[in-house]
C-alpha cells in the first residue's frame, strides 16, 4: 500500500500506480466478501476513470481496507518546525563570536582575564530562545496538533 500514503489529500492527482494498488484493494475486498463481482465491476471502471483522490474516494470510503489506510495515514506530531532550528542557529552566531573573541583576549592576555563577559550576551540570548522553545513545544505544537486532529475527524464525518 505505500502507493496510496498521499491519500490524505482529496484533490491530489494519481497515476496508474495509485489506480492498481486501489483495485488490488478492491479485489481483496471481493475476495473477503465486501463486495459482490457487479459491485467490483462498477467500482473498477470509476477508480481507473478517477482523476484526483477524491474520484476515486467515492468508491471506497465505505470499505474496511480503505478506512484501515487512512487511519493510518492520521497526521502524529510534527517534527521540530524550522524556525526553531533557525532560532537556534541564529542564536548560536552571536554566542560563538562573543566566546571566540573571550578566548582570544584570554589567549593574548596570557589568562588575566577579570571574569567571562560573554555570559551578559549568552544569557538572555539562551533565556529568550529557550523560552520560545519551550513555548513552541508546551502550547504552539498541542494546539496544532488538536486542530489537525479535529480537522481529520471532520472531514471522516463529512463523508
Known amino acids: 500500500m505505500s502507493s496510496l500514503e498521499h491519500f490524505r489529500d482529496r484533490g491530489v492527482r494519481i497515476g496508474d500506480?495509485?489506480?492498481n494498488a486501489l483495485s488490488?484493494?478492491?479485489r481483496a475486498s471481493?475476495?473477503?466478501?465486501?463486495?459482490t463481482l457487479e459491485e467490483y465491476e462498477e467500482r473498477v471502471s470509476t477508480v481507473m476513470e478517477a482523476?484526483?483522490?477524491?474520484?476515486?474516494?467515492?468508491?471506497l470510503f465505505d470499505l474496511p481496507a480503505y478506512q484501515a489506510i487512512i487511519e493510518t495515514q492520521e497526521p502524529g506530531a510534527d517534527p521540530t518546525p524550522p524556525w526553531i532550528k533557525w532560532l537556534w542557529a541564529g542564536v548560536?552566531?552571536?554566542?560563538?563570536?562573543?566566546?571566540?573573541?573571550?578566548?582570544?583576549?584570554?589567549?593574548?592576555?596570557?589568562?588575566?582575564?577579570?571574569y567571562f563577559w560573554p555570559i551578559w550576551v549568552v544569557m538572555?540570548?539562551?533565556?529568550?530562545?529557550?523560552?520560545?522553545?519551550?513555548?513552541?513545544?508546551?502550547?504552539i505544537r498541542p494546539?496544532?496538533?488538536?486542530?489537525?486532529?479535529?480537522?481529520c475527524e471532520r472531514r471522516r464525518y463529512r463523508r
Open 51 to 59: 482523476k484526483t483522490v477524491g474520484d476515486a474516494e467515492e468508491v
Open 92 to 114: 548560536s552566531i552571536p554566542i560563538g563570536i562573543n566566546i571566540g573573541v573571550w578566548a582570544f583576549v584570554l589567549a593574548l592576555t596570557g589568562g588575566n582575564t577579570q
Open 17 to 19: 500506480a495509485d489506480r
Open 143 to 151: 494546539a496544532v496538533d488538536e486542530k489537525r486532529r479535529k480537522e
Open 30 to 35: 471481493v475476495d473477503k466478501g465486501y463486495l
Open 24 to 26: 488490488e484493494l478492491l
Open 124 to 139: 538572555p540570548l539562551l533565556i529568550v530562545a529557550g523560552v520560545l522553545t519551550v513555548a513552541e513545544r508546551k502550547i
